[in-house]
C-alpha cells in the first residue's frame, strides 16, 4: 500500500474500518484479492513476481498492510521482498507482538517499510526507519503512507479528515462513500509537497490520494471493515493504467468459524 487510513474504536458498531490504496507500476504482475490455493486460511491479493502481498487478513482475524518508506536512492536491489512480511504474519502461528519481536532481528535487512499488524487483541505499527520501531496503536483514526506513521503529507491529512468525518456522521461506513474519498485526484499544492529526493513534478504526481499516470499509479483501493459481531468484511476495487474500474470484489470473513464467503459483486 502507499496509502492507508485506519480507524480504531471510532465507530460503536464497526470497532475497525481500514481504507488503502495500493499504487505500482501497471507493468508489475498482480493477482487479484482472493484465497490463496497454498494457504486457504489467507484472502488477500498476491504480487506475482516476488510472491508476497501488500494487505491482507487471515480466518482467524488477523490483518496486515505495508508501505514502502520512500527513500531515493538507498534502496538495496538484493534486498528480500518486503511482502514477504504481511504474508508470513498472515500464514504463520504467531500473533502480533510475537511476530514483531521475531523481525526485531533483521528488520535492517529489508528495504524502508512501515507495517501495521492487528490480532483479536492489539494492534501494532512497525518500522525499521525510526526508533522505538515498534508502537501500539491507539484507538482514533491514523495513518501512514510512504513516510512513518502519522506524518503530515496533504494526502495523508485530507484522507484521513474525510474518512473521519464520514465514520461521525453514518449509521454505518458506506463502501461506496470510502472508494470515494480514496478516488481523489487532487494534488497537494507545490509549497506542500514532501521532500523526499524526487524531483518536484514526480512529488506533484505521487501527492494525490489517487494516482494517475501510464506508468505508475493507482492498482487498487481495499476496504476492511469489521463489526461488533466479529465478523470482518474486506472489498478491493480494481483500476486499470487510464484509472477506470476493472473489477470489484468482496467477502465476508467469519472470524469465528473461521470461514470466508465470496459477497455478491458491488
Not at 115 to 121: A, E, M, Q, S, T
Not at 167 to 191: C, G, S, W
Not at 247 to 255: A, E, P
Request: charged share 15%.
Amino acid at each position: 500500500m502507499c496509502l492507508a487510513i485506519i480507524a480504531r474504536q471510532v465507530h460503536a458498531q464497526w470497532p475497525l474500518v481500514i481504507a488503502a490504496n495500493r499504487d505500482e507500476f501497471h507493468a508489475r504482475p498482480t493477482r487479484a484479492a482472493g484465497i490463496w490455493e497454498d494457504a486457504p486460511q489467507v484472502l488477500a491479493g498476491r504480487d506475482l513476481m516476488a510472491g508476497g502481498t501488500w494487505l491482507g487478513l487471515s480466518q482467524t482475524g488477523r490483518i496486515a498492510l505495508l508501505t514502502n518508506f520512500r527513500e531515493p536512492g538507498k534502496q538495496t536491489p538484493a534486498a528480500p521482498s518486503r511482502g514477504a512480511l504481511v504474508s508470513d504474519y498472515l500464514c504463520g502461528p504467531l500473533q502480533a507482538q510475537a511476530y514483531a519481536a521475531s523481525l526485531a532481528q533483521r528488520a535492517c535487512d529489508f528495504n524502508g517499510f512501515n507495517l501495521l499488524l492487528i490480532d483479536p487483541n492489539q494492534a501494532l505499527y512497525l518500522t525499521n526507519r525510526r526508533k522505538p520501531a515498534t508502537q501500539t496503536l491507539v484507538a482514533g483514526i491514523q495513518g501512514v503512507s510512504n513516510a512513518t506513521l502519522g506524518v503530515p503529507w496533504p494526502k495523508l491529512v485530507r484522507t484521513q479528515q474525510a474518512v473521519g468525518l464520514h465514520l461521525a456522521r453514518a449509521r454505518e461506513p458506506n463502501t461506496e462513500t470510502l472508494f470515494a474519498i480514496f478516488r481523489d485526484t487532487q494534488p497537494a499544492l507545490d509549497a506542500q509537497l514532501p521532500d523526499t529526493g524526487l524531483e518536484q513534478a514526480r512529488e506533484r504526481l505521487l501527492s494525490s490520494p489517487f494516482i494517475l499516470s501510464p506508468d505508475y499509479g493507482t492498482r487498487c483501493t481495499t476496504l476492511v471493515m469489521q463489526h461488533v459481531s466479529g465478523d470482518t468484511f474486506f472489498y478491493e476495487r480494481r483500476f486499470d493504467a487510464r484509472g477506470a474500474i476493472s473489477g470489484t470484489s468482496g467477502w465476508k470473513v467469519d472470524t469465528i468459524h473461521h470461514t470466508i464467503t465470496p459477497l455478491a459483486c458491488l
